[in-house]
Protein backbone atom coordinates (compact mmCIF):
# COMPACT_ATOMS: atom_id res chain seq x y z
CA UNK A 1 0.00 0.00 0.00
CA UNK A 2 0.88 3.42 -0.34
CA UNK A 3 -0.23 4.54 2.90
CA UNK A 4 -2.55 3.15 5.34
CA UNK A 5 -4.14 5.50 8.14
CA UNK A 6 -5.25 4.77 11.42
CA UNK A 7 -5.58 5.71 15.00
CA UNK A 8 -2.34 6.29 17.11
CA UNK A 9 -3.77 3.34 19.47
CA UNK A 10 -3.59 1.16 16.77
CA UNK A 11 0.89 1.72 16.74
CA UNK A 12 0.95 -1.87 18.65
CA UNK A 13 -2.25 -3.83 16.93
CA UNK A 14 -2.89 -2.77 13.15
CA UNK A 15 0.85 -1.42 11.68
CA UNK A 16 3.09 -3.65 13.96
CA UNK A 17 0.83 -6.69 13.04
CA UNK A 18 0.97 -5.54 9.28
CA UNK A 19 4.70 -4.98 9.08
CA UNK A 20 5.34 -8.07 11.61
CA UNK A 21 3.92 -10.71 9.44
CA UNK A 22 4.61 -9.38 6.18
CA UNK A 23 8.33 -9.55 7.04
CA UNK A 24 8.22 -12.82 8.55
CA UNK A 25 6.51 -14.20 5.61
CA UNK A 26 9.57 -12.64 3.87
CA UNK A 27 7.45 -9.87 1.67
CA UNK A 28 9.07 -6.98 3.02
CA UNK A 29 7.22 -3.96 4.25
CA UNK A 30 3.54 -3.71 3.28
CA UNK A 31 3.11 -0.53 3.07
CA UNK A 32 5.08 2.16 2.30
CA UNK A 33 3.99 4.94 4.36
CA UNK A 34 1.47 5.20 7.53
CA UNK A 35 -0.47 8.22 8.89
CA UNK A 36 -1.05 7.60 12.49
CA UNK A 37 -3.71 10.17 14.05
CA UNK A 38 -3.97 11.79 17.64
CA UNK A 39 -7.28 10.60 19.91
CA UNK A 40 -10.25 13.59 19.80
CA UNK A 41 -11.30 15.17 23.34
CA UNK A 42 -13.18 17.78 24.20
CA UNK A 43 -12.34 21.18 24.17
CA UNK A 44 -10.93 20.71 27.98
CA UNK A 45 -8.74 18.03 27.38
CA UNK A 46 -11.47 15.43 28.20
CA UNK A 47 -11.50 12.31 26.44
CA UNK A 48 -15.28 12.30 24.99
CA UNK A 49 -17.92 9.46 26.91
CA UNK A 50 -21.41 9.61 27.02
CA UNK A 51 -21.19 8.99 30.63
CA UNK A 52 -19.45 12.60 31.03
CA UNK A 53 -22.14 14.07 28.55
CA UNK A 54 -19.43 15.17 26.44
CA UNK A 55 -19.97 13.26 22.97
CA UNK A 56 -20.53 15.76 20.13
CA UNK A 57 -22.86 14.49 17.44
CA UNK A 58 -21.13 14.68 14.01
CA UNK A 59 -23.79 14.77 12.55
CA UNK A 60 -24.99 17.42 14.08
CA UNK A 61 -21.78 19.23 13.68
CA UNK A 62 -21.69 18.58 9.35
CA UNK A 63 -24.94 19.66 9.27
CA UNK A 64 -24.16 23.51 11.15
CA UNK A 65 -20.44 24.30 9.62
CA UNK A 66 -20.56 21.56 6.34
CA UNK A 67 -18.25 19.00 6.06
CA UNK A 68 -15.20 20.37 4.19
CA UNK A 69 -15.31 22.77 7.18
CA UNK A 70 -14.89 19.92 9.56
CA UNK A 71 -12.00 18.54 7.40
CA UNK A 72 -10.07 21.66 7.50
CA UNK A 73 -10.51 21.80 10.87
CA UNK A 74 -8.71 18.75 11.12
CA UNK A 75 -5.91 19.29 8.95
CA UNK A 76 -4.85 22.48 10.18
CA UNK A 77 -5.69 22.06 14.18
CA UNK A 78 -2.49 20.42 14.94
CA UNK A 79 0.17 18.12 13.56
CA UNK A 80 -1.79 14.67 12.75
CA UNK A 81 -0.44 12.12 15.78
CA UNK A 82 -0.89 15.02 18.20
CA UNK A 83 -4.10 14.74 19.99
CA UNK A 84 -6.58 16.96 19.46
CA UNK A 85 -9.23 19.29 20.93
CA UNK A 86 -12.38 19.54 19.38
CA UNK A 87 -13.60 23.41 19.83
CA UNK A 88 -16.79 24.05 17.32
CA UNK A 89 -15.88 27.91 18.35
CA UNK A 90 -12.42 26.99 16.54
CA UNK A 91 -14.08 25.32 13.74
CA UNK A 92 -16.49 28.88 13.31
CA UNK A 93 -12.94 30.95 13.19
CA UNK A 94 -11.33 28.11 10.99
CA UNK A 95 -14.72 28.72 8.48
CA UNK A 96 -14.46 32.09 8.26
CA UNK A 97 -10.12 32.20 8.42
CA UNK A 98 -10.53 30.41 5.18
CA UNK A 99 -13.81 29.80 3.20
CA UNK A 100 -15.40 32.83 3.96
CA UNK A 101 -12.67 34.73 2.82
CA UNK A 102 -12.14 32.56 -0.53
CA UNK A 103 -16.04 33.20 -0.94
CA UNK A 104 -15.20 36.76 -0.64
CA UNK A 105 -12.87 36.73 -3.25
CA UNK A 106 -14.99 35.07 -5.45
CA UNK A 107 -17.56 37.03 -5.29
CA UNK A 108 -15.36 40.25 -5.78
CA UNK A 109 -14.42 38.04 -9.36
CA UNK A 110 -17.96 37.63 -10.12
CA UNK A 111 -18.80 41.11 -9.65
CA UNK A 112 -15.83 43.17 -10.67
CA UNK A 113 -13.94 40.57 -13.26
CA UNK A 114 -16.24 37.77 -14.55
CA UNK A 115 -17.09 39.01 -17.81
CA UNK A 116 -13.58 40.43 -18.87
CA UNK A 117 -12.05 37.16 -18.65
CA UNK A 118 -10.87 36.45 -22.47
CA UNK A 119 -9.60 33.06 -23.90
CA UNK A 120 -5.59 32.91 -23.32
CA UNK A 121 -5.44 36.05 -21.63
CA UNK A 122 -4.51 34.83 -17.91
CA UNK A 123 -0.45 34.79 -17.10
CA UNK A 124 0.43 36.83 -19.96
CA UNK A 125 0.10 40.37 -17.53
CA UNK A 126 2.96 42.22 -17.49
CA UNK A 127 1.85 44.27 -14.19
CA UNK A 128 3.12 43.80 -10.99
CA UNK A 129 0.79 43.06 -9.34
CA UNK A 130 -0.23 40.34 -11.17
CA UNK A 131 3.46 38.97 -11.64
CA UNK A 132 3.62 38.59 -8.10
CA UNK A 133 0.49 36.62 -7.27
CA UNK A 134 1.06 34.29 -10.21
CA UNK A 135 4.56 33.58 -8.42
CA UNK A 136 2.81 33.22 -5.27
CA UNK A 137 0.43 31.06 -7.11
CA UNK A 138 3.95 28.73 -8.59
CA UNK A 139 5.16 28.50 -4.91
CA UNK A 140 2.38 27.57 -3.47
CA UNK A 141 1.72 25.19 -5.88
CA UNK A 142 5.13 23.35 -5.58
CA UNK A 143 4.88 23.68 -1.98
CA UNK A 144 1.57 21.91 -1.90
CA UNK A 145 2.40 19.34 -4.40
CA UNK A 146 5.78 18.23 -2.53
CA UNK A 147 3.95 18.15 1.25
CA UNK A 148 1.12 15.93 -0.28
CA UNK A 149 3.85 13.73 -1.84
CA UNK A 150 5.57 13.28 1.28
CA UNK A 151 1.57 13.00 3.56
CA UNK A 152 2.43 16.26 4.98
CA UNK A 153 -1.08 17.11 5.03
CA UNK A 154 -1.05 20.02 7.44
CA UNK A 155 2.04 21.70 5.60
CA UNK A 156 -0.29 21.85 2.60
CA UNK A 157 -3.62 22.86 4.10
CA UNK A 158 -1.37 26.10 5.62
CA UNK A 159 0.35 26.70 2.85
CA UNK A 160 -3.12 27.27 1.30
CA UNK A 161 -4.24 29.17 3.94
CA UNK A 162 -1.34 31.65 3.61
CA UNK A 163 -1.76 31.71 -0.39
CA UNK A 164 -5.39 32.83 0.31
CA UNK A 165 -4.37 35.81 2.64
CA UNK A 166 -1.73 36.91 -0.11
CA UNK A 167 -4.72 37.01 -2.82
CA UNK A 168 -7.36 38.27 -0.24
CA UNK A 169 -5.32 41.12 2.00
CA UNK A 170 -2.47 42.36 -0.50
CA UNK A 171 -3.76 41.38 -4.13
CA UNK A 172 -6.96 41.94 -4.65
CA UNK A 173 -6.70 44.81 -1.92
CA UNK A 174 -3.90 46.98 -4.41
CA UNK A 175 -5.56 45.98 -7.70
CA UNK A 176 -9.30 47.30 -6.22
CA UNK A 177 -9.09 50.32 -8.56
CA UNK A 178 -7.65 48.41 -11.62
CA UNK A 179 -11.06 46.78 -11.06
CA UNK A 180 -13.36 49.52 -10.22
CA UNK A 181 -11.62 52.36 -11.96
CA UNK A 182 -9.37 50.77 -14.80
CA UNK A 183 -6.65 53.24 -16.76
CA UNK A 184 -7.46 51.03 -20.22
CA UNK A 185 -9.56 47.96 -21.08
CA UNK A 186 -6.59 46.09 -21.45
CA UNK A 187 -4.99 46.17 -18.00
CA UNK A 188 -8.88 45.39 -16.54
CA UNK A 189 -8.45 42.31 -19.00
CA UNK A 190 -5.40 41.46 -17.55
CA UNK A 191 -6.21 41.71 -14.00
CA UNK A 192 -9.82 39.61 -14.94
CA UNK A 193 -7.46 36.88 -16.49
CA UNK A 194 -4.70 36.45 -12.96
CA UNK A 195 -7.60 36.75 -11.10
CA UNK A 196 -9.06 33.79 -13.15
CA UNK A 197 -6.33 31.64 -12.97
CA UNK A 198 -5.71 32.36 -9.65
CA UNK A 199 -8.91 30.99 -8.59
CA UNK A 200 -9.10 28.01 -11.00
CA UNK A 201 -5.94 26.87 -9.56
CA UNK A 202 -6.94 27.23 -5.64
CA UNK A 203 -9.65 24.53 -6.82
CA UNK A 204 -7.64 22.64 -8.17
CA UNK A 205 -5.29 22.37 -5.00
CA UNK A 206 -8.00 22.86 -2.16
CA UNK A 207 -9.88 19.95 -3.75
CA UNK A 208 -7.89 17.15 -2.26
CA UNK A 209 -9.07 18.79 0.90
CA UNK A 210 -12.27 20.39 0.32
CA UNK A 211 -14.12 18.68 -2.48
CA UNK A 212 -17.58 20.56 -2.39
CA UNK A 213 -16.48 23.50 -2.18
CA UNK A 214 -13.48 23.30 -4.59
CA UNK A 215 -15.85 21.81 -6.92
CA UNK A 216 -18.93 24.48 -5.90
CA UNK A 217 -15.65 27.02 -6.70
CA UNK A 218 -14.43 25.49 -10.33
CA UNK A 219 -17.80 24.79 -12.06
CA UNK A 220 -18.61 28.55 -10.90
CA UNK A 221 -15.76 29.77 -12.32
CA UNK A 222 -17.54 28.41 -15.90
CA UNK A 223 -15.00 25.37 -16.40
CA UNK A 224 -16.12 23.39 -19.22
CA UNK A 225 -15.07 19.94 -17.06
CA UNK A 226 -17.50 18.47 -15.12
CA UNK A 227 -15.69 18.73 -11.84
CA UNK A 228 -12.92 20.08 -10.62
CA UNK A 229 -11.71 16.65 -9.81
CA UNK A 230 -11.76 15.21 -13.43
CA UNK A 231 -8.99 18.12 -14.09
CA UNK A 232 -5.58 17.88 -14.23
CA UNK A 233 -3.53 19.08 -10.91
CA UNK A 234 -1.68 22.14 -11.94
CA UNK A 235 2.12 22.62 -12.14
CA UNK A 236 3.61 25.58 -11.63
Not at 154 to 162: H, N, V, W
Not at 200 to 206: M, N, Q, V, W
Request: aromatic residues 14%.
Amino acid sequence: ADYICEGVDQTRGWFYTLLAISVLLGKGRPYKNAISLGLINDKYGQKMSKSKGNVVDPWRVIGEHGVDSLRWYFYTVSAPGDTKRFDEEELRQTTRRFFLIAFNVFSFYRLYAKKYVRSGAAGSSRHVLDRWILARLAEVTRSVTSSLEAYQIGDAARSLEGFLDDVSRWYLRRSRRRFQRPESRADLEAAAGTLHLVLESFAKLTAPFAPFFADALYLSLGQKRESVHLADWPTP
